[in-house]
């Protein structure tokens, strides 16, 4: 069963970074897919940024090109999300996500894993 737990969330300002971390266990597939999403309240849930294991193509949504990065570390078999410039917009919760059906769309399905989230708030 794969497990994913996410860290790093919290308030800042407007300008200001965060970096997430989501520590991945039971998945076994050699290659996929991988990255996080978010959602705002009263959203639908969207794509920020996913990654291809092992190689490390990375995909983003457009809101947050030149923003933020998705990084991998293939020994502790971990992604992370550095986010710089952060925008009140980019206030949601964030969830990371293993076996994303789609790395270059950034659609997951109904076979996609998900962490339990955690929260960013960005204040003006």
């Known amino acids: 069963q794969v497990q994913l737990v996410e860290s790093g969330g919290g308030s800042v300002q407007a300008g200001g970074s965060l970096r997430l971390a989501c520590d991945v266990s039971?998945?076994?597939?050699?290659?996929?897919?991988m990255g996080w999403f978010r959602q705002a309240p009263g959203k639908e849930r969207e794509a920020v940024a996913t990654?291809?294991?092992?190689?490390?193509?990375?995909y983003y949504t457009d809101s947050v090109k030149g923003r933020f990065t998705i990084s991998q570390d293939n020994s502790k078999k971990s992604i992370y999300l550095q986010m710089n410039s952060l925008k009140t917009e980019d206030t949601a919760m964030y969830y990371c996500?293993?076996?994303?059906?789609?790395?270059?769309?950034?659609?997951?399905?109904?076979?996609?894993?998900w962490g339990q989230g955690t929260q960013v708030t960005v204040s003006s």
């Open positions: 990654i291809y294991w092992p190689d490390g193509n990375t």
């Open positions: 039971g998945y076994t597939d050699r290659r996929g897919c």
């Open positions: 996500a293993a076996g994303v059906l789609d790395c270059f769309a950034k659609v997951a399905d109904t076979r996609t894993s």
